[in-house]
T-cell receptor, first 111, second 115 residues
Framework: NAGVTQTPKFRVLKTGQSMTLLCAQD?????MYWYRQDPGMGLRLIHY???????AKGEVPDGYNVSRLKKQNFLLGLESAAPSQTSVYFC??????????FGSGTRLTVV | AQSVTQLGSHVSVSEGALVLLRCNYS??????LFWYVQYPNQGLQLLLK??????LVKGINGFEAEFKKSETSFHLTKPSAHMSDAAEYFC?????????????FGSGTRLLVRP
């Protein structure tokens, strides 16, 4: 089925470890986004991309890096995980104003 | 910068009662406006959106929202709540002058439906 696929779905990291979250979409969307969701705070934009090879900072970019080497993939990296990065991470893709298509999320716990 | 406020982190209604979830935006130029729903352990699903034209917008599952420029509001309503409507609802805005189509989300309202 067409959509946005996030891997992994769950992960537990130790403080200081690194990891990469993968987001893949098969809808040929130009725009892709990474959000984090924390209780009572809604979704906050981490980084986004308006096309292959482009990335930009969102509202809460510190501690994260991203890459969009291929149009269909948007990777979110944590170089040195901190407990404050415990969250649920959502990837989304968009075709102009049709609306976002969201992945099912990655639940990350940093201990 | 754009911001969006959702009044009430939790709203509780009886099954069959009117649902009203409130959303206000901050910008002087009306943004694009969206409502999303999130069921437990799932991603967000688009309910409806307002970009231009008719200010009363109908969405999925019997929900609708009305854009009121004078009140900078985009409240979500449903005439009769169903148990399956229990979920978290997010209002979101996108700046009309921002070509990245970034969405700024409100903090969410959890809807509880009592039998």
């Amino acid at each position: 089925n067409a959509g946005v696929t996030q891997t992994p779905k769950f992960r537990v990291l130790k403080t200081g470890q690194s990891m990469t979250l993968l987001c893949a979409q098969d809808m040929n969307h130009e725009y892709m986004y990474w959000y984090r969701q924390d209780p009572g705070m809604g979704l906050r934009l981490i980084h986004y991309s308006v096309g292959e090879g482009t990335t930009a900072k969102g509202e809460v970019p510190d501690g994260y890096n991203v890459s969009r080497l291929k149009k269909q993939n948007f990777l979110l990296g944590l170089e040195s995980a901190a407990p404050s990065q415990t969250s649920v991470y959502f990837c989304a893709s968009s075709l102009l104003l049709v609306g976002y298509t969201f992945g099912s999320g990655t639940r990350l716990t940093v201990v | 910068a754009q911001s969006v406020t959702q009044l009430g982190s939790h709203v509780s209604v009886s099954e069959g009662a009117l649902v009203l979830l409130r959303c206000n935006y901050s910008s002087s130029v009306p943004p694009y406006l969206f409502w999303y729903v999130q069921y437990p352990n799932q991603g967000l699903q688009l309910l409806l959106k307002y970009t231009t034209g008719a200010t009363l917008v109908k969405g999925i599952n019997g929900f609708e929202a009305e854009f009121k420029k004078s009140e900078t509001s985009f409240h979500l309503t449903k005439p009769s709540a169903h148990m399956s409507d229990a979920a978290e609802y997010f209002c979101a805005v996108s700046d009309r002058e921002d070509s990245s189509y970034k969405l700024i989300f409100g903090s969410g309202t959890r809807l509880l439906v009592r039998p």
